[in-house]
């Protein structure tokens, strides 16, 4: 059965970074042909995918976010992580990791996700 759980600071300043860490079990993400996501929902709003990275360490991005989000990987972890840059209030949401979602939204397992709150 694979597991996956987020791990990030729950506060952010406007203009400020944000870090989140997937951490996976049950799976290795170097597995053949799996990829590894990143989707948030802020409050009211739908699932929005912000990104993927592949088993081969291959990333892929929802344009709306490309400029200023990094998907990457620490193998001997197990983990993979998203960084996005000039937060704004309107990246308040619960972030969500997830099996799959490349190329097609077919997702697998979720973790429970983490909120993250853009305040000054």
């Known amino acids: 059965q694979v597991q996956l759980q987020e791990s990030g600071p729950g506060l952010v300043k406007p203009s400020q970074m944000v870090s989140l860490t997937c951490t996976v079990s049950?799976?290795?993400?170097?597995?053949?042909?799996?990829?590894w996501s990143w989707i948030r929902q802020p409050p009211g709003k739908g699932l929005e995918w912000m990104g993927a990275i592949g088993f081969a360490g291959d990333t892929y991005y929802n344009p709306s976010l490309k400029s200023r989000t990094s998907i990457s990987r620490d193998t001997s972890k197990n983990q993979f992580s998203l960084q996005m840059g000039s937060v704004t209030t309107e990246d308040t949401a619960v972030y969500y990791c997830?099996?799959?979602?490349?190329?097609?939204?077919?997702?697998?397992?979720w973790g429970q996700g983490t909120k993250v709150t853009v305040s000054s």
């Open positions: 997830a099996q799959g979602g490349w190329p097609k939204a077919d997702f697998g397992s």
């Open positions: 049950g799976e290795s993400i170097t597995s053949n042909y799996y990829f």
